[in-house]
């Protein structure tokens, strides 16, 4: 177990603890996941480095906890942008100071938490999925752009879209989830996951025919309010597997932007969308059978043009468009057998500069190397035979260089 995950499972442990001890906050969001709105009394402010902490007498705000970051919202006009647990404490992090004895309306970003109750709630589904069906514990979660788990063992894709759909038909069932806090008789004969060993003041919140999980996180109440299960990727991690998934109204977006990308693929393709796939692997193969010929073509080209050369004691200066460095390799190879001076080759314009290849029979490039390079405003190497690189001199200035140099 790594550093961070060993903090991951302690934290969301302490919070399992605390909740009955000494909080003096009462915690609306334990008795009911979906208040988005409330009115508390502000009963301590104090100013930090980066703002404000405020604890209020009761909250809908969940703290970061079991994997699930923290709400935000506000407190009368001030924004709350984190709630965390501290010694004890529901502390409210807000950018401005409250008064102490205020009644406040505090409303939730609700659209931010019911998102994270989806994704959550789909883990544990997909969890108690795959620790029913195959035994494997879930050992690291996370919840940020997409939810990743952990699991101890490794599973195949045919397996993993088995557990998504058997995830999904929980949602078609609506099963239930409850959260509660059983007493220590009852916990010691309840079988349930978890990633230590707790064993008082343990909140266990249970799906009804998939799931028995101690988790201190907001939930829905039915499987219903996620929607869709959507597993996405998977990849071997740590002697186990890393599950990729989206639920809820993130798993939707994904679908859309995923469709769009299809639909617009399929169009370039000509082809029905059920059938990118089999155009994609015919446009990929033709694409290479082009691409040979091609070559074939630039070879014969470079071939003629050099056939086209005349023999002269003069260097030989080619300029194209837009040559890439093989061809232009060929060609000034082929021209210097033309010339008792050099060959070079530049392809490119003027805006965007010139790659360039030189080629010589007769005078040693790796000696001239460096002054063609400086006199050329650009950079390069080579052997005492070939040289190439870029250059942002114009077409004028390269000119001008070789015919007073060579």
Known sequence: MSINELHFFLHCDTMLKVRSETMITEKLYDKDSHIKAFTAKVIDCRKNENGFEVILDKTAF?????????????????????????????????????????????????????????????????????????????????????VTIDFDGELTREQLIDVEKRANEAIYKNAKFTCEYPDEET??????????????????????????????????????????????????????????????????????????????????????????????????????????????????????????????????????????????????????????KLCAGFSGNNNDGYRFAIASKSIDLREKSKEITSALNGRGGGSSELLQGSAAASKEEIEKYFKENF
């Not at 074939?296 to 040559?323: G, V, Y």
Request: glycine content about 8%; hydrophobic content about 35%.
């Open 187 to 340: 916990l010691k004969n309840l079988s349930y996951r978890s990633k230590l060993e707790l064993t008082e003041n343990v909140r266990i919140v249970t799906v009804e025919g998939y799931d028995v999980c101690a988790c201190c996180a907001v939930h829905v109440y039915s499987a219903s309010e996620i929607g869709i299960i959507k597993i996405l990727d998977f990849a071997r991690h740590r002697g186990g597997i890393r599950v990729h998934l989206l639920c809820g109204k993130d798993a939707l977006e994904d679908y859309e932007k995923k469709y769009e990308n299809l639909r617009s693929v399929a169009t370039v393709l000509c082809a029905k969308q059920n059938e990118t796939a089999q155009a994609f692997e015919r446009f990929s193969k033709e694409h290479s059978a082009l691409k040979i010929e091609l070559a074939a073509l630039k070879r014969e080209l470079a071939q003629l043009k050099a056939s086209a050369m005349e023999n002269t004691d003069e260097c030989i200066l080619i300029f194209e468009a837009n040559t890439d460095m093989n061809d232009l390799r060929k060609l000034v190879l082929n021209g210097a057998e033309k010339t008792e």
């Open 62 to 146: 969940f703290p970061e906890g079991g994997g699930q970051y923290a709400d935000t919202g506000k407190i009368g006009e001030a924004d709350i942008n984190d709630v965390q647990i501290i010694n004890g404490e529901i502390v409210h992090y807000a950018d401005r100071a409250l008064n102490i004895g205020e009644e406040l309306c505090c409303e939730i970003n609700w659209e931010q938490r019911f998102r994270r109750m989806q994704n959550h709630s789909g883990e544990h589904i997909v969890s108690g999925i795959v620790h029913k069906l195959y035994g494997y514990e879930n050992v690291g979660f996370h919840l940020d752009d997409d």
